[in-house]
């Protein structure tokens, strides 16, 4: 089948590459001249896994870039919009780039389209995509418009892709319904997986997933309702552990506990210093948005916000409470991305904990495996960037780890003793053990579990009360 994916960024690039892996013939078009020109000469503009991969197998065969949409539409039977949709002043989402999008569809359309919504959108917005097709002259014979969110986690968003748990398409027509299944076929009969050089399938996917076909109005509130309930275990994880900082309890002990129940689970139940990226806090307030202009109180989701970002100032808190004070001091920190497995920085929690570390005063050095690049862009020269971990500890006078990279467990705990000025750590991500900590003689300061001091001979635990 041939199909356009309008947008190169990170929705666009990772399903137009992964529709290509599955057979279809794609043009990636996107106005950004410069951007195309990378892809086109073998750049890879994103981290991530596999992606790499698989662009260097397609380009300039089954996938191909381009910057002229009116061609490119003309190809093809299948458009998918997948363009930003930033969050405005007010936190509703921003459709311009979308309805921009549809009306140079419609204008270069010729013959039956199917326009599909891959960019998060709220909910309606398939009846403005398809009032705008119809303003700008096109017969509703002539075009479907189909909702079809994207679930892709940043870091492993070619699995995701090509092992979904489910696929879900909004779609008012029984024609568009079948051609869209005839787009995901490859994934919903298995058939990609048995495929020589498939990407492996991850440990506890689905071979054949699950295709939903629901009401274009379903469709978009499922993926808002689904980002929505995976920043609410968040922050609801988060809160149990300021009160288990209070109480003397374990977050991690009663993490357990809640996770293990089969009707929880352990997934997006990690204490830490809170959601960001570029899809949670832009859909949890475009969420709100859509709520309170349909008249629907949605409180919820307020609390939910409030409690992200209270996470920030609880953990500088707790690094001013461990130093006494924080102006003058050299923080090592470990991690400026929003989470592992990527070079994202956009909302990152691990950023605004820096530019609140620096208001006070402190003087920070950084490390990241891979979005100390992109985190320039953002931070500038108003930190140092360290080569390593160890170089970026060097006479600090204590270590932050704010990304859950998964190297920084590898850490030789008695080497970076031996680096810091002082043996202080604190984990905003919880990877770490007092144990472990202590073992090596660091003193450890954590979320949700009280903080474990080494003093000269002992290790001290903190009382139970007013641990925060």
């Given at each position: 089948?041939r199909m356009?994916?309008?947008?190169?960024g990170?929705?666009?690039?990772?399903?137009?590459?992964?529709?290509?892996?599955?057979?279809?013939?794609?043009?990636?078009?996107?106005?950004?001249?410069?951007?195309?020109?990378?892809?086109?000469?073998?750049?890879?503009?994103?981290?991530?896994?596999?992606?790499?991969?698989?662009?260097?197998?397609?380009?300039?065969?089954?996938?191909?870039?381009?910057?002229?949409?009116?061609?490119?539409?003309?190809?093809s039977?299948?458009?998918?919009?997948?363009?930003?949709t930033?969050?405005?002043?007010?936190?509703a989402?921003?459709?311009s780039?979308?309805?921009?999008v549809?009306?140079?569809?419609?204008?270069?359309?010729?013959?039956?389209?199917?326009?599909?919504?891959?960019?998060?959108v709220?909910?309606?917005t398939?009846?403005?995509?398809?009032?705008?097709?119809?303003?700008?002259?096109?017969?509703?014979?002539?075009?479907?418009?189909v909702?079809?969110?994207?679930?892709?986690?940043?870091?492993?968003?070619?699995?995701?892709?090509?092992y979904?748990?489910?696929i879900?398409?909004?779609?008012?027509?029984?024609r568009?319904?079948?051609?869209?299944?005839?787009?995901?076929?490859?994934?919903?009969?298995?058939?990609?997986?048995?495929?020589s050089?498939?990407?492996?399938?991850?440990?506890?996917?689905?071979?054949?997933?699950?295709?939903?076909?629901?009401?274009?109005?379903?469709?978009?509130?499922?993926?808002?309702?689904?980002?929505?309930?995976?920043?609410?275990?968040?922050?609801?994880?988060?809160a149990?552990?300021?009160?288990c900082?209070?109480?003397?309890a374990?977050?991690?002990?009663?993490?357990?506990?809640?996770?293990?129940?089969?009707?929880?689970?352990?997934?997006?139940?990690?204490?830490?210093?809170?959601?960001?990226?570029?899809?949670?806090?832009?859909?949890?307030?475009?969420?709100?948005?859509?709520?309170?202009?349909?008249?629907?109180?949605?409180?919820?989701?307020?609390?939910?916000?409030k409690?992200?970002?209270?996470?920030?100032?609880?953990?500088?808190k707790?690094?001013?409470?461990?130093?006494?004070?924080?102006?003058?001091?050299?923080l090592?920190?470990?991690?400026?991305?929003?989470?592992?497995?990527t070079?994202?920085?956009?909302?990152?929690?691990?950023?605004?904990?820096?530019?609140?570390?620096?208001?006070?005063?402190?003087?920070?050095?950084?490390?990241?495996?891979?979005?100390?690049?992109?985190?320039?862009?953002?931070?500038?020269?108003?930190i140092?960037?360290?080569?390593?971990?160890?170089?970026?500890?060097?006479?600090?006078?204590a270590?932050?780890?704010?990304?859950?990279?998964?190297?920084?467990?590898?850490?030789?705990?008695?080497?970076?003793?031996?680096?810091?000025?002082?043996?202080?750590?604190?984990?905003?991500?919880?990877?770490?053990?007092?144990?472990?900590m202590?073992?090596?003689?660091?003193?450890?300061?954590?979320?949700?579990?009280?903080?474990?001091e080494?003093t000269?001979?002992?290790?001290?635990?903190?009382?139970?009360?007013?641990?925060?």
């Amino acid at each position: 089948m041939r199909m356009t994916v309008v947008g190169s960024g990170y929705v666009g690039l990772v399903a137009a590459t992964c529709l290509a892996e599955i057979g279809h013939h794609v043009v990636c078009v996107d106005n950004d001249i410069e951007k195309i020109a990378t892809l086109e000469a073998g750049g890879t503009p994103i981290h991530e896994l596999y992606l790499q991969e698989l662009l260097s197998r397609h380009r300039g065969g089954r996938l191909t870039f381009s910057t002229s949409l009116e061609a490119a539409v003309r190809n093809s039977t299948v458009i998918f919009i997948a363009v930003g949709t930033p969050a405005s002043a007010t936190g509703a989402a921003d459709l311009s780039y979308v309805e921009t999008v549809a009306r140079s569809i419609a204008q270069c359309a010729d013959g039956y389209k199917v326009i599909v919504e891959k960019s998060t959108v709220p909910v309606r917005t398939n009846e403005l995509v398809h009032r705008t097709m119809v303003q700008e002259g096109r017969e509703w014979s002539e075009f479907d418009v189909v909702s079809n969110p994207e679930f892709l986690r940043e870091g492993s968003a070619v699995t995701d892709f090509l092992y979904p748990d489910r696929i879900i398409v909004g779609a008012n027509t029984d024609r568009a319904a079948r051609l869209m299944r005839d787009v995901y076929a490859p994934l919903l009969d298995g058939s990609y997986a048995q495929q020589s050089g498939a990407v492996p399938k991850p440990e506890k996917a689905r071979l054949e997933p699950l295709f939903l076909e629901t009401s274009p109005q379903s469709a978009e509130l499922i993926k808002h309702a689904s980002n929505a309930f995976l920043a609410m275990k968040i922050s609801f994880i988060n809160a149990v552990a300021n009160l288990c900082e209070t109480a003397g309890a374990d977050i991690e002990q009663v993490r357990k506990g809640i996770g293990t129940d089969r009707r929880i689970g352990t997934d997006f139940l990690h204490a830490g210093i809170g959601y960001g990226g570029s899809c949670f806090p832009k859909d949890v307030a475009a969420f709100r948005t859509v709520a309170r202009d349909l008249g629907v109180s949605f409180g919820l989701l307020d609390e939910v916000h409030k409690i992200n970002d209270e996470q920030r100032s609880l953990f500088v808190k707790k690094v001013r409470s461990a130093l006494w004070t924080i102006k003058g001091k050299r923080l090592a920190v470990l991690g400026l991305a929003f989470k592992c497995g990527t070079d994202d920085v956009r909302e990152s929690a691990a950023i605004e904990v820096i530019k609140m570390l620096l208001e006070e005063g402190a003087q920070i050095v950084a490390y990241d495996p891979a979005a100390t690049e992109r985190a320039k862009t953002i931070l500038g020269d108003s930190i140092s960037y360290a080569s390593d971990a160890y170089s970026a500890a060097e006479g600090a006078d204590a270590l932050l780890i704010l990304t859950e990279w998964r190297e920084f467990l590898q850490l030789d705990l008695k080497r970076m003793k031996k680096v810091l000025r002082y043996p202080v750590v604190l984990d905003g991500r919880n990877l770490f053990t007092a144990k472990q900590m202590n073992s090596a003689g660091l003193s450890y300061y954590s979320v949700g579990r009280r903080p474990a001091e080494v003093t000269a001979n002992t290790v001290r635990t903190a009382p139970r009360t007013g641990a925060r």
